[in-house]
């Protein structure tokens, strides 16, 4: 499905579809990137996507940003998410991830950075995490929703939590 929008005087197109086969016409792009993502595709088929996406040189981008457990409002969300779905693995996927590398000579850095929040979009930020909306059933959400929303409502309006972010690229010839 494309669409078209207009933007602040630009068009655009957009749509849905699969990342391993996405239409996109071939050596097109100077970059491709993927975004706390990629380890739910299907790692070869991807391989041959960004190849075949990517013009001579391009570089592809590989992105995952993390909150540091010992930030003290992180700590006290995923706490919560923890007790709620005991099955939650965090972060542990997207780690795993870090460490396999589909091309070669990988260009890695890291870095920590105090990211911006309000109470709703911090709530935002843990809904969209994979052990709340992407794993819990209706009565645990309702459960979450309640009990992390009281959290917020201790917080000043605005804050930061402290996140980790790792960034990983590859120069294709």
């Known amino acids: 499905m494309k669409n078209r929008e207009v933007d602040n005087g630009r068009e655009f197109d957009f749509g849905r579809t699969s990342a391993e086969d996405n239409g996109c016409p071939t050596g097109a792009y100077y970059a491709v990137s ?24 391009g570089i592809f981008v590989k992105v995952y940003v993390g909150w540091i457990k010992d930030d003290h409002i992180a700590s006290a969300s995923s706490a919560l998410v923890r007790e709620i ?4 693995n965090s972060g542990s996927v997207a780690v795993a991830d870090l ?7 990988p260009i890695m850095e890291s870095f920590c ?16 995490c994979r052990g709340v909306l992407g794993s819990m059933d209706g ?6 929703e309640k009990r992390h929303l009281a959290l917020m409502s201790e917080l000043p309006e605005k804050f930061t939590v402290r996140h980790k972010i790792f960034i990983t690229a590859y120069r294709l010839s």
């Open 34 to 57: 993927s975004v706390q993502c990629f380890w739910y595709f299907d790692r070869e088929r991807m391989k041959a996507e960004i190849k075949r996406l990517l013009k001579p040189g």
């Open 139 to 144: 009565d645990m959400l309702e459960r979450f």
């Open 113 to 128: 950075a105090e990211l911006p929040f309000t109470r709703e979009s911090w709530h935002g930020r843990m809904l969209t």
């Open 99 to 105: 460490k396999i590398h589909i091309f070669d000579n």
């Open 85 to 88: 779905n005991p099955d939650w």
